[in-house]
């Protein structure tokens, strides 16, 4: 991996990690909560606030992108070389400015920027699939049967990137699944959520559907987050020129809910999918909220794709699973059970065993030139 830049003597490697356990922990809660505290005829639009997620994530990665361009390469520099004064480089400049908007717009739309089609694709459908978890899931069951992607991830990497597992990975992988299974045992049935509305209009949790859900979005994010490593390492380019061009690509799957709802809206009640002229209504500050989290987790993705990897991305979101389940108990009065427990201690250990290095000694004993 690169070397890490710091902030305050801490490598951003790990400022990104802890940062990421974190945010999957608040996403998983906050997503959970915003569904289910209002009645369904109040609920935000989950197409909405995939749309409102990709908008702002590009428009940030847009901005990165443009103040990391190198200096404008000559051709574009309209300013005439004598002139070495501070001014005549910045980018407050506005020669500078626009010959700096050019060349970002020939990096974003370079010839090979179709490859970002196919994830941008798959992360919006895993973006609104993880909505329908969250609706329908406890916080801290989504985010323990979430881990399954680890398990799809490394299927992927094994067919597409031809990538060899050692018996302990599939020994690993072998317990991850059981410990989701184990988790799942524990409810079947749908659970009603409490509203002070009227009796009728309650948010109602059905687990299977919220399974089939989880099932369906780690698919895509082991899919999609294989097939972006194979773009980001098979091709040169910045990071956030990828993430921009990903944010782009995603837009128009984004919108067909949002353009497709008029008809939707013949059809039956459909709060679920918006028209143009209510985008975003019913957006509760916790719907907001949830939108800017999940817009600063695929931000820090990024980071811990360029300075970690996907495996202590594992252990990140491992930790994730004690952050959300303590507080899944403390807000939500989220019942343990013995199946949990075993379960999810099932599943923090598999995620420990797959993250161990592939060479004999344990990753706590290696040198500290090998971090
Ligand atoms: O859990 P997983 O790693 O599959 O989730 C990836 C999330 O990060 C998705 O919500 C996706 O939209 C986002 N992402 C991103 N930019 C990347 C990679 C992922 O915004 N470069």
């Known amino acids: 991996t690169p ?5 305050w003597g801490v490598p951003l490697k790990y400022i990104s990690l802890v940062t990421l356990a974190v945010q999957n922990a608040l996403l998983s809660l906050l997503m959970h909560y915003s569904r289910v505290s209002t009645p369904p005829s109040r609920a935000y639009s989950a197409a909405s606030a995939v749309l409102a997620t990709e908008l702002l994530k590009g ?16 051709q574009y520099t309209l300013v005439p070389t004598q002139a070495s004064s501070r001014y005549a480089t910045s980018a407050l400049n506005p020669r500078v400015f626009f010959a700096r908007c050019r060349r970002l717009g020939k990096e974003v739309f370079r010839a090979d920027c179709w490859k970002l089609s196919i994830p941008a694709i798959l992360y919006v459908i895993q973006n609104n699939l993880q909505f329908v978890a969250a609706s329908n899931l406890d916080a801290a069951t989504f985010q323990v049967s979430y881990q399954m992607k680890i398990l799809t991830t490394a299927a992927f990497s094994v067919f597409l990137l031809r990538k060899k597992l050692t018996p302990l990975k599939w020994l690993a992988l072998f317990f991850l699944a059981i410990g989701v299974g184990v988790v799942q045992i524990q409810s079947g049935a749908a659970k009603v959520t409490p509203s002070s509305s009227g009796s009728h209009d309650v948010h109602t949790m059905y687990p299977s559907k919220g399974f089939l859900a989880v099932a369906a979005a780690c698919f895509t994010s ?3 987050g294989v097939y972006f490593e194979m773009v980001l390492k098979n091709s040169t380019g910045d990071l956030w020129v990828r993430n921009v061009q990903l944010s782009l690509f995603s837009l128009l799957p984004a919108l067909v809910p949002v353009v497709l ?3 939707a809206a013949q059809v039956g009640p459909s709060h679920a ?3 143009i002229t209510n985008l975003f209504a019913n957006f509760t500050p916790w719907a907001w909220a949830t939108v800017l989290t999940q817009v600063l987790g695929g931000l820090i993705t990024a980071l811990v794709i360029k300075y970690a990897d996907n495996i202590m991305k594992g252990f990140a979101t491992s930790l994730s699973i004690v952050i959300s389940f ?7 009065h989220f019942r343990i059970t013995a199946s949990f427990v075993v379960g999810a201690s099932v599943v923090l250990c598999a995620t420990w065993l797959y993250s161990q290095p592939d060479n004999k000694r344990p990753l706590l004993f290696r040198s500290r030139r090998c971090s």
């Open 326 to 332: 303590l507080a899944s108990v403390a807000l939500f």
């Open 261 to 263: 709802a008029p008809r």
């Open 3 to 7: 070397s890490t830049p710091s902030l």
């Open 273 to 275: 999918v918006p028209s």
């Open 222 to 224: 082991g899919l999609a």
């Open 59 to 74: 428009f940030i990665s847009l901005l990165i992108a443009f103040s990391r361009l190198d200096n404008v390469p000559p």
